[in-house]
T-cell receptor
Framework: DQQVKQNSPSLSVQEGRISILNCDYT??????FLWYKKYPAEGPTFLIS?????DKNEDGRFTVFLNKSAKHLSLHIVPSQPGDSAVYFC??????????FGKGTLLTVNP | EAGVVQSPRYKIIEKKQPVAFWCNPI?????LYWYRQNLGQGPELLIR????????DSQLPKDRFSAERLKGVDSTLKIQPAELGDSAVYLC?????????????FGEGSWLTVV
């Protein structure tokens, strides 16, 4: 039973446009959500997070939106750059500090 | 500040052989995790330490996997004997304190191929 789902295995976007990566979760006990970026042959790198008491968190070109009622979050990257091409993982945790990851979405930003 | 350090980066072994991975977390981070990532999947937790205590090892295959964090700093993950299905990336991560929402930082991973 996958508790964190990223239903799009891949996404291709033109440079300068917006990238929107989606994530759904099923466990209502999750209260903290994170996005990690992963380049080939490297470990995941923390990108941005949001707690369940907020519905939006912004950091430069990256914004995460949380819709608790729909158990859905999304990552917006504006404007997208070729260097953003990577696998993006959505992760969620509850009070046990254990991260549960989705399967990832491969983002390709074309010049 | 140094990040999470793992070694070796890459390891190829024959099935039934033992293998060990080492991790040094970020200085001052009390919580240490070992995750396993299979191809095309997200990382999955194997074990979590708070200082030297393993507080969550429910997903560690204890018949062949073992881990230790003797002094509450660096940690070793061992597989003995390795099976073909153990081929994966083994990720170590650390987190400071027990405060809500503290970020978990990952190392670059140890890539295991069992042949």
């Amino acid at each position: 039973d996958q508790q964190v789902k990223q239903n799009s295995p891949s996404l291709s976007v033109q440079e300068g446009r917006i990238s929107i990566l989606n994530c759904d979760y099923t466990n209502s006990m999750f209260d903290y959500f994170l996005w990690y970026k992963k380049y080939p042959a490297e470990g995941p790198t923390f990108l941005i997070s949001i707690s369940s008491i907020k519905d939006k968190n912004e950091d430069g070109r990256f914004t995460v939106f949380l819709n608790k009622s729909a158990k859905h979050l999304s990552l917006h990257i504006v404007p997208s750059q070729p260097g953003d091409s990577a696998v993006y993982f959505c992760a969620a945790s509850g009070s046990n500090y254990k991260l549960t990851f989705g399967k990832g979405t491969l983002l390709t930003v074309n010049p | 500040e140094a990040g999470v350090v793992q070694s070796p980066r890459y390891k190829i072994i024959e099935k039934k052989q033992p293998v060990a991975f080492w991790c040094n977390p970020i200085s001052g981070h009390n919580t240490l995790y070992w995750y396993r990532q299979n191809l095309g999947q997200g990382p999955e937790l194997l074990i979590r330490y708070e200082n030297e205590e393993a507080v969550d090892d429910s997903q560690l295959p204890k018949d062949r996997f073992s881990a230790e964090r003797l002094k509450g700093v660096d940690s070793t993950l061992k597989i003995q004997p390795a099976e073909l299905g153990d081929s994966a990336v083994y990720l170590c991560a650390s987190r400071s304190g027990t405060g809500y929402g503290n970020t978990i930082y990952f190392g670059e991973g140890s890539w295991l191929t069992v042949v």
